[in-house]
């Protein structure tokens, strides 16, 4: 189980992708506890994080990613919802 804490907005080849950003639920780890929105992750946590989307698909031919911005753990919830109504079809 896993708590969402953020989206990270992000525009591909194939058009939007957003990435939502989750922490473990309070009952399988304490670590978080404290973390409710991105904002709470440490700076660098979010640097990597960003980093390493900008750049999994330098090695693909054809591929490229853009950064949009970072979503609140609501953003996050309303974008976990919304692929589930387009999952039930």
């Given at each position: ?35 409710k929105e991105y904002t709470d992750l ?12 900008e750049n999994y698909k330098d090695l ?23 692929s589930v109504e387009a999952f039930k079809?």
């Open positions: 189980r896993a708590r969402p804490v953020g989206i990270l907005h992000m525009t591909d080849d194939g058009g939007g992708d957003a990435k939502v950003i989750a922490v473990p639920h309070d009952k399988l780890s304490q670590l978080y506890v404290d973390v440490p700076a660098l946590l979010l640097e990597q994080i960003k980093h390493f989307f693909e031919k054809g591929k490229w990613v853009k950064i949009e911005g970072w979503g609140n753990a609501d953003a996050a919830r309303a974008e976990i919802m919304k079809g």
